[in-house]
């Protein structure tokens, strides 16, 4: 087995982040899962006595990150991987959807991941040596009508997540995007904020996504355990790629969508070659 690492896990009562830090857990890694309860916290430390590290973290608490991961290096010793999971998903038609619910979905999946990274920066930059793994979304490749805000904030997560890596790569870190497609997590249960419905208009359109997502909800093809395996070989990986997509469905949505583009530009190709000067 290979040495032993310690990995900061965000959003880990649930989901892809509970599954990796049990994965890790039972690999004899070392685990500093945040969550957001008290009762979560009891939850999280008992997966093993010792290695399993809580910490109570609302990641969009902004000013509390820093100060968590000066504890985390100094109590637990120094990070090697940062895994940004916590995260959720509003859906809403956006002419229906408050900007409020938009800020609220920037401030969890963007804002709070890109705190926890800067939080970890100086010291991974100080050794030389690290690894971030954000969990974005197929939605951070295709979109979908009704989860707009959502789809925006993996779409600005990849961005800056592929920005990211190359601006840390020379000081020996790494950054990986894991992208998933559809997993049987709580996101498209009791971790979804829906916005409700005021616009006939789209409800030919709208209707039948929001009734088919919760349908599949519980039912999904991903098997999170699987992903969890799959980002535990990452961290040990010497050349880690800065873009990874997960389950058979982000991986064929992501190609279609990719072959769209590409006929769009050809198509355009003409008009967008016009506008140079000579
Ligand atoms: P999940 O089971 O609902 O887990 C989400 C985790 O994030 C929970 O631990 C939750 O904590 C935590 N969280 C939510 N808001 C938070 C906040 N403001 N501060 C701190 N923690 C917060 O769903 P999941 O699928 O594992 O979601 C993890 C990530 O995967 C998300 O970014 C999601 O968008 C992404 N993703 C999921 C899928 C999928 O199909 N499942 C696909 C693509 C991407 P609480 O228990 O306190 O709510």
């Known amino acids: 087995m290979s040495p032993s690492k310690t990995l900061l896990i965000t959003g880990t009562s649930s989901g892809f982040g509970r599954a990796l830090a049990q994965e890790a857990l039972a690999k004899g890694h070392r685990v500093v899962g945040t969550v957001r309860t008290q009762q979560a916290l009891h939850e999280f430390q008992a997966l093993a006595s010792g290695t399993a590290v809580g910490r109570i973290l609302d990641v969009t608490d902004f000013d509390a990150i820093d100060e968590i991961v000066a504890d985390v290096e100094e109590t637990v010793g120094p990070i090697d991987a940062l895994v940004n999971s916590a995260g959720y998903g509003h859906e809403g038609i956006l002419e229906e959807s408050p900007l409020a619910e938009m800020r609220r979905q920037f401030d969890v999946n963007v804002f709070g991941a890109v705190a926890m990274m800067k939080a970890v920066l100086p010291y991974m930059r100080r050794r030389r040596k690290g690894h971030i793994l954000n969990i974005t979304s197929m939605g951070g490749y295709i979109t979908m009508p009704g989860i707009a805000y959502y789809c925006g904030s993996k779409f600005a997560l990849e961005g800056i997540s592929e920005t990211l890596a190359k ?54 093809l991903g098997d999170p355990s699987k992903a969890a395996q799959v980002m535990l070989e990452l961290i040990t990986h010497d050349s880690p790629p800065a873009h990874l997509l997960l389950g058979s469905d982000a991986l064929e949505l992501v190609r279609q969508k990719l072959s769209q583009l590409t006929a769009e530009l050809n198509q355009w190709e003409a008009i967008s070659r016009s506008t140079d000067g000579c």
């Open 167 to 220: 601006e840390v790569q020379p000081l020996g870190i790494a950054i990986t995007a894991i992208a998933p497609g559809s997993f049987r997590t709580d996101w498209a249960g009791r971790s979804m904020v829906r916005t409700p419905r005021s616009i006939p208009d789209y409800d030919e359109l709208f209707d039948p996504i929001r009734e088919a997502r919760q349908q599949k909800s519980g039912k999904q």
